[in-house]
Antibody
Framework: QLQLQESGPGLVKPSETLSLTCTVS??????????WGWIRQPPGKGLEWIGS???????YYNASLKSRVTISIDTSQRQFSLKLNSGTAADTAVYYC?????????WGQGTLVTVSS | SYELTQPPSVSVSPGQTARITCSAD??????AYWYQQKPGQAPRLLIY???ERPSGIPERFSGSSSGTTVTLTISGVQAEDEADYYC??????????FGTGTKVTVL
């Protein structure tokens, strides 16, 4: 059964870079049938798609975040990563990683990242 | 990009039917997906490709599509169905968007 697990710092200072990694287990990260995505949810608010990456390395980003986001993949480590530059309080959210195929399934459990001094 | 609009809340009595709509000004020719999210949990896929139900999802959850509106129907609502529900779709450029979310309250 495919499982995803987010990891990374839970606290980031304003203007610094938020960095998270998603580790995939129980299945292949190399399949051309799927892509891998990051989604976030500010406290008490809805879901926001951040971006997606294919095993080939092709990326797609939310236009509102594109200037600050980089998603990369390391198939040898079965991991994909998110970097969000110039963090502000508005980036405080639970960050989820998920496997995509039109929709997103399954999801990681999520990790709360707080941007604060 | 485009927006997917859902009603903020829906209230329903146990055993009754809840319908949650998701609409866009011009929904791209893409499938819609539905998720259930309970407090403190990650979203769970309920419906994919407008009407399909993943294995393990109860039959009381169903999806339909008409024009620029897709609908999630919960038939015979149970107390455990109290949660937030989100629709999701994509555009032709490879971008994804989630609906505004609907809180379902079981009275």
């Amino acid at each position: 059964q495919l499982q995803l697990q987010e990891s990374g710092p839970g606290l980031v200072k304003p203007s610094e870079t938020l960095s998270l990694t998603c580790t995939v287990s129980g299945g292949s990260i190399n399949s051309s049938r799927y892509f891998w995505g990051w989604i976030r949810q500010p406290p008490g608010k809805g879901l926001e798609w951040i971006g997606s990456i294919y095993h080939s390395g092709s990326t797609y980003y939310n236009a509102s975040l594109k200037s600050r986001v980089t998603i990369s993949i390391d198939t040898s480590q079965r991991q994909f990563s998110l970097k969000l530059n110039s963090g502000t309080a508005a980036d405080t959210a639970v960050y989820y990683c998920a496997r995509g195929s039109g929709g997103f399934d399954p999801w990681g459990q999520g990790t709360l990242v707080t941007v604060s001094s | 990009s485009y927006e997917l609009t859902q009603p903020p809340s829906v209230s329903v009595s146990p055993g009754q039917t809840a319908r949650i709509t998701c609409s866009a000004d011009s929904l791209p020719d893409q499938f819609a997906y539905w998720y259930q999210q309970k407090p403190g949990q990650a979203p769970r896929l309920l419906i994919y490709k407008d009407t399909e139900r993943p294995s393990g999802i109860p039959e009381r959850f169903s999806g339909s599509s008409s024009g620029t509106t897709v609908t999630l129907t919960i038939s015979g609502v149970q107390a455990e169905d109290e949660a937030d529900y989100y629709c999701q779709s994509a555009d032709s450029s490879g971008s994804y968007v989630f609906g505004t979310g609907t809180k379902v309250t079981v009275l």
